[in-house]
């Protein structure tokens, strides 16, 4: 249904499906339509460039995401777009509501994933979506958000590797307090660790939820400092 949808509103579209039976299904009814490209592909294993290069577009072609996500590969398709060499102007995708609230919080209830989607892009929930939308129903409620991809991501290229290093020590024990679980995560002296913070500004007693990106960024540097 969505693909019907987005083939009667876009110039081109891409419609990417791992399910052989459901790629044929779509390839037969998109069959007459030279706008519609059906890929039976996993789309976690292509870049984006050799997408548009297999519907016959060039490879740095402006595209837009658009999705129903699968609840287990989501947070996982939305990192593979955002981190690509040839980014998309946007993403507008669906995702199982505990997933979707993480990439769209902030500090206070800041997660990794809220950090690794944020410093790309400006993320909002837009929606949720009831279990009965769908047949058979899910367990779960679903919420559909949007991405405006940043001109320019918060991190610089050079540090980004420092930075989610950083990152994903100080999450590796979300519960405990910033001074602890850098300490642990990054194997370094407690008392470094303690000095790094207090140079960034920051509260020790804090925990990592608590923390905004760009206080990752000023912590990343006093670390590396």
Partial sequence: MLTERLAD??????????????????????AGNDRVTILERDVLALRPEALLTEAGLSEDTPYRVVGNLPYNAGAAIVRHFLEAAHQPRSLVVMLQREVADSMVAGPGRMSLLGVSVQVYARARKLFNVPPRAFYPPPKVTSSVV????????????????????????????????????????????????????????????????????????????????
């Fill in 146 to 225: 949007s991405l405006e991809v940043r001109d320019a991501p918060l991190v610089p290229l050079t540090e980004r590797d420092a930075f989610f290093r950083v990152v994903r020590a100080g999450f590796s024990a979300p519960r405990k307090q910033l001074r602890n679980t850098l300490a642990q995560g990054l194997n370094s002296p407690p008392a470094e660790v303690a000095a790094a913070i207090a140079a960034a500004g920051l509260d020790p007693t804090l925990r990592p939820q608590d923390l905004a990106i760009d206080d990752w960024l000023v912590l990343t540097r006093r670390l590396a400092g």
């Fill in 9 to 30: 509103q876009t110039g081109r579209l891409i419609a990417v499906e791992i399910d052989a039976r459901l790629a044929r299904r779509l390839q037969a009814q998109f």
